[in-house]
């Protein structure tokens, strides 16, 4: 299971764009990169996913650099409602089933007036 | 925008009494999950289930934990005896055939006394 390290705690300020990293150096073959947001008392929400290169929706982009040993999670010009716990977690896919996750601390990002 | 409802949204139960969750998953989703997290934690996994079958369960959920699929449409939690360590957010989560993202319910407060 490959273990990912993400800061605790980051700050921005409305309109700004906010940039996310996440290490994940073990991370294996087959594994996925994936991205949850939580806000406080409420489940987790599903961002976005990558495997490689860049992907992006209509919230954020994930950058996944060759050889997959981090990724960043890029938020366009963030407002007060982008204040969330952002959650990366690398995990396998299982072709048909998406398996447990694991959640680790998270980046408690706190975006200001 | 379907989503995964749960309920009660908060529960207060005496130590050593049982307590139900329940959830509804969204309705052509296969896949179902529990997840908790104690104030201040990790999300952390419990079970996934398919099929009528326990897939995977963590080391947390013990004797204590049992889960049931009782019609098409709800899926519950049930916690025997409960402990005081077993105050936390209760999430449901649920997903599809070849889905890569897990659908988060509001959770469940389970409050222990």
């Known amino acids: 299971l490959a273990k990912t390290t993400q800061p605790i705690s980051m700050d921005s300020y409305e309109g700004q764009e906010v940039n996310i990293t996440c290490s994940h150096n073990n991370i294996a073959t087959n594994d996925y990169i994936t991205w949850y947001q939580q806000f406080p008392s409420q489940g987790p929400r599903f961002i976005i996913q990558g495997y490689k290169t860049k992907v992006t929706n209509e919230v954020a982009s994930l950058f996944i650099p060759a050889d997959r040993k981090s990724s960043t999670l890029s938020l366009p010009r963030v407002s007060l409602s982008d204040t969330a716990v952002y959650y990366c977690l690398v995990g396998e896919n299982r072709g048909s089933t998406l398996g447990r996750l694991y959640f680790g601390r998270g980046t408690q990002l706190t975006v200001w007036p | 925008e379907p989503e995964v409802t749960q309920t009660p949204s908060h529960q207060v139960t005496q130590m050593g009494q049982e307590v139900i969750l329940r959830c509804v998953p969204i309705?052509?989703?296969?896949?179902f999950y529990w997840y908790r997290q104690i104030l201040g934690q990790k999300v952390e996994f419990l079970v996934s289930?398919?099929?009528?079958?326990?897939?995977?369960k963590s080391e947390i959920f013990d004797d204590q934990f049992s889960v049931e699929r009782p019609d098409g449409s709800n899926f519950t939690l049930k916690i025997r005896s409960t402990k005081l360590e077993d105050s936390a957010m209760y999430f449901c989560?649920?997903?599809?055939?070849?889905?890569?993202?897990?659908?988060f319910g509001q959770g469940t407060r389970l409050t222990v006394v």
């Open positions: 309705s052509n989703h296969l896949y």
């Open positions: 289930f398919y099929n009528n079958e326990i897939s995977e």
């Open positions: 989560a649920s997903s599809g055939e070849g889905n890569t993202e897990a659908f």
